[in-house]
């Protein structure tokens, strides 16, 4: 089918270069405004969840939001009860005076959790009306005028860390770009080759944003925090399919073939392991789905989309683009850089890829045992990992929102504005019943002052004080005894910490169906592509080792608070609950990729003949330093995240591209030869029945003669 598909590539390659041209401009012109589209509201949240419940049980029956939306914090510039304090904290209330509004706000001799340590501070926060869409834009600039007045709360946090990542996206393209160009100038060692990846690497993203709105217009809302995986996966996808059907379209031209049987030779290899590579990055992200959040499943959706989009680029736009160019492909490349090309097409012998695979399976059982030695070793701190949750601390310090969330938790006491609630249903008969119930939840161990009883329709909303932050132990230790005790009615327990534990709870509960989806569709995937059960087991073992180790130093930098200098970041003391996850999913589809990248060309060289300690060495001679460059620019895509000023973003970039250059250098040039030389011609075992199966469905990576 490929074979097919390149002659009619390279018969059509005008009508294939104008024809995606008119595609892709097209899909900027729709996909481009997504981002104004897609928002971060209720991500990290189980909508099905117990906390999640509470609040809409809540909002239905009081017509307000569960939880304060807006907080604006007051530096009155006098004494609380002064009559100077209160007219300041009068003009706030008149600047939230909206129809259904709930306030709360400090009175003079009223409720002193609302009144700062040094007496000479307050805040007001705001319940928006039910349906109250464009409230906030509504209240915003009254409060803007207030001199002393800062604004913070849920919406607040929400549309500022949203507005972070497009900045973060928009600078991360930036900064990657020219790296990018001149880091494969350098690999390609010609201009023209060099703006192949960039051309393919563009192409995705667009793709990839116009699959992404139709997605979250017509099938489910998505999260603004896809698009940034979407732009960092697009460009290393594209380096490292670019690189590797540019390199055989190279190989296939010094072995003499003119263009058009190079480019069909290319396409039923390399093309055909760029259609693997990408499946496998696919079903990897596509784990995702199983779990309910919705910063995960879109996440799932935007990596899938993308990876799908990355192969069909490389397999229709770059082809024809080759088709076109043909020997000049090498084009604008001094002399001295010409040699390089043809000696790195030739496949010579004696490289250095080549030299170091015999020297490493020369001495194999040493070089295993040091590599996974090293590998677990860095993963220890894994053990200790601690998780925490998005609020307005992953924002920078200069952010409104989070100039809030650190003045309430320091310079207040155990505040209002983030409660643990209770929705129990009941009617005025119930009353009595349920302040008896109130007055037991005020005695659990961390509860702050008096429970507060408000009836509504339906309902009574059961307000407690945690001690401490709402993320913090006591505050979790609180919840879980609230859930624990006999309710005289039917109650459901929300808020922050609530909603937090209900997470955790929802992603250990889809966390094995995910590691499942991922060992399988790896083993049958690298099966498929091998022939051999030996090789996708070993697969799986050096991806998680790889795993292990970029997660272990993860926690070195992020939770234990290393690097936060050069870096850029203030640690949380934890690291976000959901990125774990995500970075699994992501590194071992890439892990994965590069894996394949190897295998084909080793088992390429072992079906040609060749003993499987030469197999091995061509193999690596041929896509050692390919995968190599390849993670080098597939970290400057990726670890460009690593400028973000969302704190779990930049979690997402340095995780990805400690697990890429882990893959590439300790496991792809240490692991895998003493590893294939230590089991020899086992490699290639598989039992009779799927040896046949594969021999009828399998991947055959030969070029034709």
């Not at 464009?134 to 803007?144: F, H, N």
């Not at 116009?210 to 594209?238: D, H, K």
């Not at 009353?431 to 008096?450: I, K």
């Not at 060749?610 to 190599?628: D, F, K, Y």
């Amino acid at each position: 089918m490929l074979d097919r598909l390149a002659a009619l590539i390279y018969r059509r390659r005008r009508r294939f270069l104008w024809g995606s041209l008119a595609v892709v401009l097209v899909a900027g012109f729709f996909g481009g405004p997504v981002f104004g589209l897609l928002d971060s509201s209720g991500d990290f949240d189980d909508p099905s969840s117990e906390a999640p419940l509470a609040s809409r049980d809540i909002a239905r029956a009081t017509k307000n939001s569960a939880a304060p939306d807006l907080v604006a914090l007051v530096r009155l510039g006098a004494p609380a009860d002064s009559a100077a304090g209160q007219r300041k904290l009068d003009r706030v209330e008149d600047a939230l005076k909206v129809p259904g509004m709930k306030l709360i706000r400090y009175e003079r001799g009223g409720d002193r959790s609302l009144v700062s340590k040094d007496g000479r501070s307050s805040y007001v926060a705001a319940s928006f009306p039910e349906n109250g869409g464009g409230v906030l834009d509504t209240v915003r600039p009254r409060l803007e005028r207030i001199p002393g007045v800062t604004i913070g709360g849920n919406d607040i946090a929400r549309d500022q860390v949203g507005e972070q990542v497009s900045e973060d996206i928009a600078r991360a393209e930036l900064l990657a770009f020219p790296i990018l160009f001149l880091l494969s100038l350098f690999v390609f060692r010609s201009v023209v080759a060099a703006l192949l990846p960039l051309a393919v690497g563009g192409a995705t993203i667009m793709l990839s944003f116009v699959v992404m709105r139709f997605v979250n217009s017509t099938i489910e809302p998505m999260s603004i925090y896809a698009l940034n995986l979407i732009t960092g996966l697009g460009l290393g996808l594209a380096i490292d399919y670019s690189l590797f059907v540019v390199s055989r379209f190279r190989e296939e031209l010094e072995r003499g073939l003119d263009t058009s049987a190079a480019l069909r030779a290319t396409m039923t290899t390399a093309g055909r392991t760029v259609l693997f590579s990408s499946v496998t990055v696919a079903a990897a992200l596509a784990s995702l789905l199983v779990f309910p959040l919705r910063f995960l499943y879109s996440m799932g959706v935007g990596g899938l989309v993308c990876a799908l989009m990355a192969a069909l680029v490389a397999t229709t736009l770059l082809p024809a683009i080759l088709a076109a160019l043909g020997p000049r492909v090498n084009a604008l490349s001094p002399r001295r850089w010409q040699e390089s090309i043809h000696r790195d097409a030739s496949g010579e012998r004696g490289g250095f890829w080549y030299r170091l695979s015999h020297t490493i399976m020369r001495r194999p059982v040493p070089v295993a045992a040091g590599a996974a030695t090293l590998l677990i070793v860095l993963g220890i701190p894994f053990w200790g990992i601690k998780f925490t949750g998005v609020d307005a601390g992953v924002l920078p310090r200069d952010h409104s929102a989070r100039v809030v969330d650190d003045a309430l938790a320091k310079e207040f006491p155990p505040n209002r504005a983030t409660p643990v609630f209770v929705a129990a249903r009941g009617g005025p008969g119930d009353r009595a019943a349920v302040e008896r119930y109130a007055r037991r939840l005020g005695n659990v161990r961390g509860v702050v002052g008096e429970p507060r009883v408000q009836p509504a329709d339906g309902l009574y909303r059961i307000d407690l004080v945690a001690r401490g932050r709402p993320l913090g132990e006591p505050a979790k230790e609180v919840v879980r005894d609230v859930r624990a005790i006999e309710s005289p009615v039917p109650v459901r327990v929300g808020g922050v910490t609530a909603a937090f534990l209900d997470q955790q709870k929802a992603l250990s509960d889809s966390l094995p169906l995910a590691l499942g989806i991922l060992a399988v569709t790896t083993l049958v995937i690298l099966f498929l592509m091998t022939g051999s059960v030996v090789l996708p087991v070993k697969a799986l073992v050096m991806n998680l080792l790889t795993l292990s180790a970029a997660f272990g130093l993860l926690v070195l930098i992020f939770q234990d608070g290393h690097l936060e200098g050069l870096l850029g970041f203030t640690s949380q003391g934890a690291l976000e609950s959901s990125q774990p996850v995500l970075l699994f999913a992501v590194a071992f589809g890439l892990s994965t990729d590069y894996g394949v990248f190897l295998l084909t060309r080793i088992k390429e060289a072992h079906d040609h003949g060749a003993s499987n300690e030469e197999a091995v060495a061509l193999g690596l001679e041929r896509t050692g330093r390919i995968v190599t460059f390849a993670a080098l620019l597939f970290v400057i895509a990726i670890g460009a995240f690593a400028t973000s000023q969302i704190i779990f973003i930049k979690q997402l970039g340095v995780g990805t591209a400690l697990a890429v250059l882990i893959d590439a250098t300790i496991v792809r040039a240490l692991l895998v030869p003493s590893l294939m030389r230590l089991l020899g011609d086992r490699n290639w075992w598989a039992p009779r029945p799927l040896a046949r199966l594969h021999r009828r469905i399998g991947l055959s990576e030969s070029a034709p003669a």
